[in-house]
Structure formats: C-alpha cells, structure tokens
C-alpha cells in the first residue's frame, strides 16, 4: 500500500521560565542564562507535527488534515498558547519547560488521538529563528 506523510503547523507564543528548584540559584543562572530571569519571559513557537499511514483506497488521505489540524489545536495549542507554561499547563507540571521537554511532553498528548493506522512521526518545535528541536517519541 502507498505511504504518505502528512504535516501540520501551528504556532503559539507562551510566557516561562527556566528554573530547576533542585539547584542553587548560581547553577541555574549559569546553565539557562537569560532563560531563568526571575519576571518569566516569552518566545513565540512554530510547530510541526508529522504523522504517515497508509493511503486509504476509498478517500485518497492518511487522515484528514483538518481532523489532524483540530486535534493539534484542542489538545496542544489552546493549553499552551497565551498561557504562562511553569504554572497553567497541566501536563507539563513539575518540568522543567525547555523546548526539549515541550516537544516530549506534547507527543505524549497527541500521539493516543492519533486514528487507528496513524503514526506520530515527529514534532518540530522552533524556538527562535536559530533553534530548533525534533522530537521523534521516546527509545
Ligand atoms: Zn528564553
């Protein structure tokens, strides 16, 4: 059977910090640098989520791109977007919001939506023009 894969993109800008209370203020001024500024700051984020499956005979699609497009919306960027990520997010509680783990911590929430047949590929999370994160599921 033919295989496609099918990307989405979706962007949100959020408010955060970097700070692991396990450390002295010290290291974590010298491992996050601007990042752990005391006031929280904010970037802007674009995303890509990429999933493949098999090209079904009858429709022609893996999926359909707006179900996919809904999904990145309801269960990924409408509790991230315009929200502070350290204290609002439920799903990222307790960690430590780096791109890295941002990108983990959303696979996790999209990947069992995903229709029968439908693999979560990647998730490309942009930080900034300079940086980027490809998280592609756990080893
Ligand atoms: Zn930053």
Redesign the pocket.
């Known amino acids: 059977m033919p295989r496609a894969h099918l990307i989405c993109k979706a962007e949100f800008c959020a408010a955060?910090r970097?700070h692991n209370p396990s450390k002295d203020d010290a290291w974590n001024r010298e491992t996050y640098g601007?990042?752990n500024s005391d006031s929280f700051?904010g970037?802007n984020w674009l995303m890509e989520v990429e999933v493949s499956g098999e090209i079904h005979e009858e429709t022609g699609m893996v999926m359909d791109l707006l179900k996919l497009q809904d999904l990145v919306q309801e269960k990924l960027i409408s509790k991230v977007d315009h929200r502070n990520l350290n204290t609002d997010v439920d799903f990222l509680a307790g960690k430590l919001t780096t791109t890295e783990n941002l990108a983990a911590a959303f696979w996790e929430q999209l990947e069992p939506e995903l229709p029968q047949g439908v693999q979560l590929r990647e998730i490309r999370l942009e930080?900034s023009r300079d940086y980027s994160v490809r998280y592609c599921g756990a080893d």
Do not use: K
Request: net charge negative; proline share 0%; with cysteine.
């Open positions: 955060f970097l601007i990042c700051h970037h930080e």
